[in-house]
């Protein structure tokens, strides 16, 4: 059984700081590549970041500068740090797992971020 498992979601002044992280389980992990995407209020979900198995990476435009995808391979977890947050990057974050070829992609249920004053 496959599970992604957020955590590090909470409540943030605008200008701080949060670590999102994203265990996973029933995948070869290394494999994989993984993203965060974000579904704000009334939005549509969109990509924040993903890092490929070989560790490359890609930001959205919005995000670039202040948020850093990373991966831990011997841990099976991926990790989003999220710096000078925003009111706008309020938004429940999804981990999502991406195989090399064809095959399932796999979702985590979400964490909630809420960057306010």
């Known amino acids: 059984q496959v599970q992604l498992v957020e955590s590090g979601g909470g409540l943030v002044q605008p200008g701080g700081s949060l670590r999102l992280s994203c265990a996973a389980s029933?995948?070869?992990?290394?494999?994989?590549?993984m993203a965060w995407y974000r579904q704000g209020p009334g939005k549509q979900r969109e990509l924040v970041a993903r890092i490929t198995s070989g560790s490359s990476t890609n930001y959205a435009d919005s995000v670039k500068g202040r948020f850093t995808i990373s991966r831990d391979n011997a841990k099976n977890t991926v990790y989003l740090q999220m710096n000078s947050l925003k009111p706008e990057d309020t938004a429940v974050y999804y981990c999502?797992?991406?195989?090399?070829?064809?095959?399932?992609?796999?979702w985590g249920q979400g964490t909630q971020v809420t960057v306010s004053s």
């Open positions: 999502n797992a991406d195989p090399p070829g064809p095959g399932s992609v796999y």
């Open positions: 029933g995948i070869i992990f290394r494999i994989y590549a």
